[in-house]
């Protein structure tokens, strides 16, 4: 696996651990803020060195487009929730200016979704398609599966609750699972990426 993608899955590992830590009253909005950092820092540095990388000059032209585009949504992500956090207190009354802040983070994430169909509509080659699509299947089934387990330990046991805010990170770190099962029984990119 590529230094930048070992980045990019620290970079989701520690901004879900430190949401985590967060949610749990482990630590306070300000220590969060400042360790928020952390993988804002591991994303940028693993952006700048796929950019760089003499691979992806080769890759297909829409994996490219697709770097730029969720590298600049991913940074407005992480900037945003560190905004949103080091803006608002834990219980804002849900007035216009809270709800807006709290928005600003879900606008991040439409444009990363749209990074990913932009890419799916790009792709001229089906087989590269084809992985891609069956990345998102995994995730699909990875994120409903989570979904699905812990609603059951939350409706029968009392384990802590799973904010709804975590479903597309989930959904993310599935894609990994997807990247990983496309190389295992795909043979990765088969060369063409």
């Known amino acids: 696996m590529p230094r930048f993608q070992k980045l990019g899955i620290s970079a989701v590992a520690t901004g879900l651990a430190i949401l985590a830590l967060r949610a749990s009253g482990a630590i306070d909005p300000a220590t969060a803020r400042v360790l928020g950092i952390v993988p804002l820092g591991l994303l940028v540095i693993g952006l700048v060195m796929k950019l760089r990388s003499a691979k992806s000059s080769k890759r297909h032209p829409a994996y490219n487009a697709y770097m730029r585009r969720m590298g600049v949504a991913a940074a407005a992500y992480i900037s945003a929730i560190l905004l949103a956090v080091g803006l608002l207190p834990d219980d804002a ?38 992985l891609e699509v069956r990345k998102f299947i995994v995730a699909t089934g990875f994120l409903l599966a989570v979904a699905s387990v812990w609603g059951m330990l939350e409706l029968l046991t009392q384990v802590p609750r799973l904010p709804i805010f975590y479903v597309f990170p989930i959904w993310c770190l599935g894609l990994v699972a997807g990247t990983i099962y496309n190389r295992f029984t795909m043979d990765g990119d088969g060369g063409c990426a």
Do not use: F, S
């Not at 809270?98 to 799916?120: D, K, Y």
């Open 93 to 130: 009354p849900p007035t216009l200016a809270p709800i807006t802040v709290a928005l600003v983070p879900g606008a991040a994430v439409l444009a990363m979704i749209w990074a990913l169909g932009r890419l799916l509509v790009e792709l001229d080659d089906e087989y590269l398609r084809l």
